[in-house]
């Protein structure tokens, strides 16, 4: 079972420009920036909680890809900025991916692999959940990454 929406993923062209505009709107001052994937994505997470600190409640995160060979650098070709997924929190990523796979729930990842600072994700397949992609983070992302 999930414990609680971690974050909103929103594919974007420009990060400097998307944080810029998101923390204008939000109000938000805490960014926590990461490049993830050798390269391949620039992310930067806003929380929405209150006293928000990285990691602890849900969390905008702005991805900006950087070169081909990414689902996000697929979605921006395809259908520019947007919404790209939602992300769950839950206690045991193995466990959960275990009772999607004995549900016969299709999954783009069948073993958890590396998040963003230091978490595990996987991936439920598109097709499963109509109208956004859905992931699933477990542990609790670290504030860390390069400050700009």
């Known amino acids: 079972m999930i414990e609680e929406l971690d974050h909103i993923g929103i594919i974007v ?3 400097n420009e998307a944080v810029a505009r998101y923390q204008e709107v939000l109000g938000v001052s805490q960014v926590v ?3 993830y994937g050798e390269g391949l994505l620039a992310l930067a997470f806003l929380p929405l909680s209150s006293g928000g600190s990285a990691g602890s409640g ?3 995160e702005l991805i900006e890809p950087r070169r081909p060979g990414s689902a996000a ?3 921006l070709e395809t259908v520019g ?3 790209e997924h939602l992300a769950f929190r839950v206690p045991n990523l193995t466990e959960t991916l275990a009772r999607c796979q004995a549900l016969g729930i299709s999954l783009r990842d069948e073993t958890p692999r590396p998040g963003a600072g230091g978490t595990r994700i996987a991936f439920v397949d598109k097709s499963a ?3 956004c992609l859905i992931e699933f983070v477990e542990g609790l992302r670290m504030a860390e990454g390069p400050s700009r």
Request: charged share 20%; glycine share 12%; net charge negative.
């Open 13 to 15: 062209p420009d990060l």
């Open 33 to 35: 920036w990461e490049d």
């Open 58 to 60: 849900p969390q905008i």
């Open 73 to 75: 650098w697929d979605f």
């Open 81 to 83: 900025s947007g919404v």
């Open 129 to 131: 959940t109509p109208g």
